[in-house]
């Protein structure tokens, strides 16, 4: 029998993320290398940023441990997940992600679809979500190269903590500044950014733009709302289906009491605690701090989740 393993996150920091903050420490209590901190890497097996087991194991390591135990009866490489918490003390680059096809024909990488759950934002806080309706490709190639020009095409929606937005491949998007969230996404690392506001580095150097890829992929055809998910009463609280997409799902447990995990041998699953809260199962009990993660090998057997507050599960989508 497989059991739970918490992981611990790689982050991104510094000059990788100029517009990160201090929020993954103050709000979590994560040990994060620096000010800027923009990203914790739950759970990854990034190349460079791996999450690690409490004992050492990177990711890597530990899915190679094991088969259908660990990833699934229904789960292949190569692995398909990155999870993260994202902190914008500022706002991020206007970017946007190619699909499987075309990011495995130009970069041999996964494509990225992803979504995101707001954990918590400045009032007034917004982001970037699609490109407003009447925009032409011309038009978006014209101002995307002038610099500034670009942000009279951005569609901008104002956010509040608990929504869930869906991001899929092809889809213009930025995280504005104020914002700390959940993102589940493809296993990748391409993104191909628009516009960064002029910002520069110590060096007086702008980060690297990629307006004729993101022009390539880039739908104007996507100007999705949030996600309007529907309560459903479980035992110890209440389960939302907030993403059910190809490529994954994402769920939101409130609980209030004892929450069962049920058994689930077609897939890996990621849980991450917003809230201190124990999990438990057969000869295992762990009391998870908020702003922990957990990989959840498909040999797991049933699991109960107690406390009181709300967790969030992913799991790569599954016939």
Known sequence: MQKPIIMRPAYRYGAMTPWGGSKLKTVFGKDIPDERTGEALEISAI???????????????????GGAEIWGSEV??????????????????????????????VEGKLGKTEAWHILSCDEGAQLVYGILPGTTPEMLRKASYEGAAIEKYLRRVTVHAGETYFIPAG????????????EIQQSSDVTYRFYDYGRKDKNGNER????????D????????DAVKPTKTPIAGGSAETLVDCDIFTLTRLDIDGNAEIAECPKAF???????????????????LPKGT???????????????????????????
């Open 47 to 65: 190349k460079g940023l791996e999450s690690k087991s409490e004992d050492g194991r990177t990711l890597t390591e530990i899915l190679s441990s």
């Open 76 to 105: 292949k490489p190569p692995f398909p997940l990155l999870l993260k918490f994202i902190d914008a003390r500022e706002d991020l680059s206007v970017q946007v992600h190619p699909n499987d096809e075309y990011s495995g024909r």
């Open 293 to 319: 993660s957990v990989f959840i090998p498909a040999g797991c057997g049933k699991l109960t989740l107690s406390g009181k507050g709300f967790a969030l599960v992913s799991a790569p989508k599954t016939r």
């Open 269 to 287: 699953r990621f849980l991450s605690v917003l809230s201190d809260m124990r999990l438990a199962g057969e000869d295992y009990s762990e009391l």
């Open 208 to 215: 690297e733009l990629h307006r004729e890829k993101a022009l």
């Open 171 to 182: 889809m213009v998007h930025a995280i504005g500044k104020g914002i700390l969230l959940y």
């Open 217 to 224: 992929v880039t739908d104007l055809s996507l100007a999705l």
